[in-house]
C-alpha cells in the first residue's frame, strides 16, 4: 500500500464551482495493463470484488460495498486506450445524494510508468469525504493487484484512513 503524502486525494472547490475529489498516483505498470485492470470484467474482480463496469458507452456500473451501500451508474464517455493513454468516464449513483460524474484517466509517463488520476466531481459536501476514503482503498488495492501482491491491506487501513479523511481514527 502506498502510504506517502502523494497517495492522498484532494477534496475542495474545482474550477467549475463544484465540489470534488482528485486522486493522481503513480504506477509502475505500463498504461495499457492498467487500463486492463480497469475495462476487463475478471480483471476488475480481482482488485475490486462487487464492481462491474461494461466499458462501452452506455454501459452499466455498479459498485457493490455490502452493508456500506451500492454505487451504480451508466457510462457516458470513454476513449480506446492505445498504448499511451485512455480515460472512462462513469456517473455515480449513491442513495439520498444527487448524480455526480467519475472520470478515470490512464496516460503514460517517460519511464514507461502511469499516471492514473481519479476525478469524482459535481458532489455535494457532505457525502465527500466517505467517499474519498473509499477511492483512496479502490486506489491502494489497484496497485497492490497491479504488482501481484495481495490486496487485503488495502481494505485493512481503513480505520487509519479515516482519521485522515473524516477526522476520526
Request: charged share 25%.
Amino acid at each position: 500500500m502506498n502510504d506517502s503524502d502523494s497517495s492522498r486525494g484532494t477534496l475542495g472547490v474545482g474550477p467549475d464551482g463544484s465540489f470534488q475529489i482528485q486522486f493522481v498516483r503513480t504506477l509502475v505498470q505500463p498504461p495499457e495493463r492498467v487500463w486492463l485492470w480497469l475495462t476487463v470484467p475478471e480483471l476488475l474482480q480481482q482488485w475490486l470484488p462487487g464492481c462491474e463496469i461494461d466499458a462501452r458507452e452506455g454501459g452499466a456500473v455498479r459498485f457493490d460495498f455490502g452493508e456500506e451501500g451500492t454505487a451504480t451508474g451508466e457510462v457516458r464517455s470513454l476513449s480506446e486506450s492505445g498504448a499511451d493513454a485512455g480515460y472512462l468516464r462513469h456517473t455515480w449513483v449513491w442513495e439520498g445524494v444527487p448524480t455526480s460524474l467519475v472520470t478515470w484517466t490512464v496516460e503514460k509517463e517517460g519511464d514507461g510508468r502511469t499516471r492514473l488520476s481519479l476525478l469524482h466531481q459535481e458532489l455535494v459536501e457532505e457525502p465527500a469525504r466517505e467517499f474519498a476514503l473509499g477511492w483512496h482503498m479502490i486506489l491502494d488495492s489497484l496497485d497492490l493487484d497491479l504488482r501481484g501482491q495481495s490486496t487485503d491491506p488495502a481494505w485493512e487501513a481503513a480505520e487509519e484512513l479515516a482519521g485522515i479523511y473524516l477526522g476520526a481514527g
